[in-house]
């Protein structure tokens, strides 16, 4: 029973916070509804009906998503929703900025950015909404596994499969392009946050210990083995080099949280090594993007088809940005090939330049620290592990486009997050933020115990059947 | 678990760190090299689509940059009155390099000049847009206009108006003009369809201005210089008594040259020089250059500035005197005009003028100030005399010829009631075989104090209208510019 004193009650049981998200909320739909309005200026002189339509739809849908979190998840982290608000909005405001350009003048890819954003959001609140408990997901462990399979496999299923720039991510259902790959990196972060919570101990307790460092056993490597040869599978099969670095980072990063121990990202580093070397040999695309990124500046290789001309390109947009960038409509980003998704952070750069570009970053920066903070905040393993999962995912797919845009790595097909057009990452980024809310929501949720239940320390398992105080309670 | 989870957020926030090293290295310690490569095409969009100066006549703009709608270059140059003036302004085009004025006056117009380098550094500071200067022309509107409406929309002619005392042009047109608002368009498609219509439809080039880059035969108009020669030489005076054949039998050849069919030169076979520069009779000059030799008249040209180019600041292609050995015949046909010898309008009017001032050829110039943004004077180009010609009483004598020949002469056409017009025509047989000529008429007033001078050419007319149409239309100029 609620038993505490008012005074411990406040100390125990943290504000819900909605109040500050909506704040937060509000100045994110100024950002991007804004920037927006300032491409309408720009390039085209009048602001008609439809900018206020489209603006009262985004925030029409960030407020949906405020109400839902504040009935279903009401200590959930109040940061999350308005940074992927604004950066979502940023991402509509930059593709309706290209529409204006010869590239893709009359496509109107604004338009269709804004109904997935839609349809994502929408998803997101229904899971929100349906699952309440991400701790619900760990039954779906394996299930998940079979899933990933499938999802990354789909593409090459002929008749299915579409072939676009030399990646085969593709699948066409009734004329309307999907990434299933995508969705893998959900179900593949549930399944190998399942898979150790569950086999943690096992991994923990055996091993062998070579000086200051203890390496596991062989059949423990089994699943890391596993995760390797997934990834390099995709990237065989699929060319797509992004994805399978994405998911082989994901499951050294999460073995790495699961066990503490430094040898798996030795092990880790080493297949990645040789994951590398092989795929240098053996796979042209891989090889080609290597040549790519050490020689970009050469003229052959600048001018051979699949060359360095699109990085290269990028690199100029990016310089021609500089510290302040041209303003908003005012640059060329349609020079650069793909300008609107794998390239939009170039056109960012530009626009933008270093500052504005920065400051993304530093909200991508910040939405990750809020991933990883609601995983040290859960008290549950699985919830732990699965908050780093998604919150590597973020980094890593981040650092891949980014990484590969400035030339710190070599380039590969990733988009960015929340920016880039394409509906399938929208979708599956947007089902990320609504679990990583669930489980900010366990780990600040104020959680009454009995005196006989065990609350603190390794094993604590008072979050199985919380008692919840109702709102307007006794917390007063 | 906790610790492997801030372990893994530092090892991200490193990642994190290097993309901002590498964005702060391409955004900002490497941007002008990146900027610079010759594959940027960025630096260039930025730079075709930066607003330039204006150039204009009499305080108002003939060109200028105005914002460009629609388009991924910030402004769109605007040329005004383009038939008056696009001859002489040129085009920019986003397409190709710039012509005319707006080649010759670039730094200056975009702001990159030396002079303007602390408009540079504030604009870089206050981030405003870097406003190009002024160029303001030497042209006077009202002589520009006047002159247009002159020549015939059917003929190609040329008319150049020029002060003899400082050297600057005061009016320069040709026809056929062609619009530059038509090579300034932004999208290159436009561009190229404009230029095919206007050269291969139209037959007009965007890339040569007709009064200083296309060198043809002056005709008689070039025997000022053979009688500069013949003057200096010691052996001629107005007075002398030359042998006035109507036929020259030319040395080591059949040819032989003759004196017009139909001019005044058939009344004499004998007369004193002024009367034969009067009627511009051939015979006596050809003697005369097979006397004098090839030397003293590619002397005297080349004083006149034959065989140079010229910054005025728009570019003049040298006129042509061969100065490499050439045949008797040769030479006796050079002496009037044809055959090796090429003049551009330009060069013809620059022969008057030195007479006019004494012998002192001054220095065309087409520019009479540059003004940054804030009007402050960049740039006033002074008077300068270009070449020391010939000394004060040979153009004095020159001068009398002249008179002569529109007092008494083949320039009566331009003889004035208000004031002395000094003048030499000219009609030079192009060899076509259409009987088409280049009529010229080159000269300068008043003669007791000259002021302005002019030349009226016409490319390929017949050649009664073309005498028809120079010497009056030399009169009108000559009339209107004294007026003001």
């Known amino acids: 029973m609620a038993a505490a004193s008012p005074a411990q009650q406040k100390t125990e049981h943290p504000k819900p916070r909605r109040n500050v998200e909506l704040i937060l909320l509000l100045i994110a739909l100024t950002i991007g509804i804004g920037a927006q309005v300032l491409v309408g200026i720009t390039l085209e002189d009048t ?73 994502s959001m929408g998803a997101a609140i229904l899971l929100l909404t349906l699952l309440k408990d991400h701790r619900k997901l760990r039954q779906l462990t394996y299930i998940s596994l079979v899933l990933s399979v499938i999802l990354l496999f789909l593409p090459i299923v002929p008749g299915l499969g579409q072939d676009i720039q030399g990646a085969q991510v593709w699948i066409n259902i009734g004329g309307m392009s999907f990434q299933p790959g995508e969705l893998a990196k959900i179900t593949l972060a549930i399944f190998f946050a399942g898979f150790l919570a569950n086999n943690r101990d096992l991994i923990l307790l055996a091993g062998k210990k070579i000086g200051r460092m203890t390496f596991p056993r062989i059949q423990d490597l089994a699943p890391l083995f596993f995760a390797w040869l997934l990834a390099l599978g995709v990237l065989i099969v699929q060319n797509d080099l992004g994805n399978a670095l994405m998911f082989f980072g994901l499951f050294v990063a999460v073995i790495y949280v699961a066990t503490s121990r430094i040898s798996w990202v030795v092990i ?26 050490l020689n970009a500046f050469d003229d052959e290789i600048y001018e051979q088809a699949f060359g360095s001309h699109q990085l290269v390109q990028g690199l100029f947009g990016l310089a021609h940005g500089g510290l302040t960038g041209t303003g908003l409509g005012s640059g060329s980003p349609d020079i650069v090939a793909l300008a609107n998704s794998d390239m939009i952070i170039v056109a960012f750069g530009e626009e933008l330049g270093f500052i504005g570009l ?47 845009i400035t030339r710190v790595i070599p380039m590969s097909g990733l988009v960015s997050p929340f920016l880039a057009a394409g509906g399938s990452a929208l979708l599956a980024n947007w089902l990320i933020v609504a679990l990583v809310l669930l489980i900010s929501h366990a780990a600040r949720r104020p959680i009454v115990v009995g005196p006989m239940l065990n609350t603190t320390g390794e094993g604590a398992s008072g979050t199985e059947d919380p008692l919840r105080i109702k709102e307007g309670g006794g917390a007063k | 678990m906790n610790s492997a989870i801030r372990h893994t957020w530092v090892v991200s926030v490193g990642l994190f760190l290097s993309l901002f090293a590498a964005l702060s290295i391409i955004q900002v310690a490497l941007t002008d090299q990146l900027g610079d490569d010759h594959r940027n095409s960025r630096q260039l969009i930025a730079d075709l689509g930066a607003p330039r100066g204006p150039i204009t006549v009499d305080g108002n703009a003939i060109a200028e940059s105005v914002p460009a709608e629609n388009s991924q270059y910030d402004y769109q140059r605007v040329y005004h009155d383009p038939h008056l003036y696009s001859g002489i302004t040129g085009f920019f085009s986003v397409v190709q390099e710039p012509t005319g004025m707006e080649s010759a006056m670039n730094d200056y117009l975009t702001g990159q000049s030396d002079s303007q380098f602390f408009d540079r550094i504030s604009a870089l500071f206050t981030g405003e847009t870097l406003m190009g200067a002024q160029v303001e022309l030497t042209i006077d509107g009202e002589l520009q206009q006047l002159a247009h409406d002159l020549i015939p929309d059917d003929q190609r002619g040329t008319i150049v108006v020029q002060d003899v005392n400082t050297g600057e042009v005061k009016a320069m047109v040709s026809k056929p003009t062609f619009d530059a608002n038509d090579l300034a368009v932004h999208s290159g498609e436009q561009f190229e369809a404009n230029l095919s219509e206007l050269t291969e439809e139209r037959g007009v080039s965007p890339y040569y201005i007709p009064a200083l880059n296309r060198p043809i035969f002056p005709g008689s108009t070039f025997k000022l210089i053979t009688t500069l020669a013949m003057l200096e030489s010691g052996d001629y005076d107005p007075d002398t008594e030359l042998e006035n054949p109507q036929e020259l039998e030319l040395p080591q050849t059949d040819r032989t040259l003759p004196n017009f069919f139909d001019g005044g030169c058939s009344q004499r076979s004998e007369a004193e020089f002024s009367w034969i520069f009067a009627q511009s009779c051939n015979t006596p000059f050809g003697e005369a250059a097979l006397e004098l030799g090839q030397d003293p008249l590619v002397d005297a040209a080349e004083r006149f500035g034959w065989n140079e180019g010229l910054r005025i600041p728009l570019y003049v292609n040298p006129s042509h005197f061969p100065d490499e050995e050439i045949s008797l015949p040769s030479l006796t046909y050079s002496a009037i005009g044809q055959e090796d010898v090429t003049a551009t309008p330009m060069q013809m009017n620059m022969v008057a003028a030195a007479i006019a001032n004494g012998g002192q050829m001054m220095q065309p110039q087409l520019v009479d100030s540059v003004r940054g943004s804030d009007l402050q004077i960049l740039d006033s180009p002074d008077p300068e005399v270009l070449h020391d010609v010939m000394d004060s009483s040979t153009a004095e004598t020159l001068t009398e010829l002249m008179v002569n020949t529109v007092e008494e002469g083949t320039g009566h056409r331009a003889d004035s009631e208000n004031f002395q017009v000094a003048a030499k025509t000219g009609t030079a047989e192009r060899g076509t075989g259409d009987g088409t ?12 104090d000259p002021q302005y001078a002019v030349t009226v050419v016409y490319e390929g007319i017949d050649m009664s209208t073309g005498n028809e149409l120079t010497g009056s239309q030399m009169l009108t100029m000559l009339e209107a510019v004294m007026e003001e």
């Not at chain 1, 489209?54 to 504040?70: D, S």
């Not at chain 1, 279903?72 to 950066?87: E, G, H, N, S, W």
């Not at chain 1, 009359?106 to 804004?114: I, K, P, S």
């Open chain 1, 47 to 119: 602001i008609d009906q439809q900018y206020w339509i489209e603006g009262a739809i985004q925030a029409g849908l960030a407020l949906a998503f405020h109400i839902a979190l504040r009935v279903r998840a009401k200590y959930a982290d109040p940061f999350i929703l308005p940074i992927v608000v604004t950066l979502n909005g940023l991402g509509i405001a930059m593709i309706h900025r290209l529409d204006f350009t010869d590239r893709y003048a009359g496509a109107e890819v604004a338009d269709r950015q804004l109904l997935w954003t839609a349809i």
């Open chain 1, 268 to 293: 880790g580093f080493l297949f990645v090594a040789a994951g590398a070397l092989l795929a240098y040999q053996f796979v042209w695309h891989a090889r080609n993007r290597f040549d790519i990124w």
């Open chain 1, 358 to 404: 920065a400051a993304m970053l530093v909200l991508y920066l910040i939405l990750f620290s809020r991933y990883m903070r609601a995983g040290l905040g859960t008290r549950d393993h699985f919830g732990k592990l699965l908050a780093v999962a998604f919150a590597v995912v973020l980094v890593l797919q981040v650092f891949v486009v980014v990484g590969g």
């Open chain 2, 437 to 448: 000529v280049n009529s010229w008429i080159t000269g300068f007033a008043p003669a007791d």
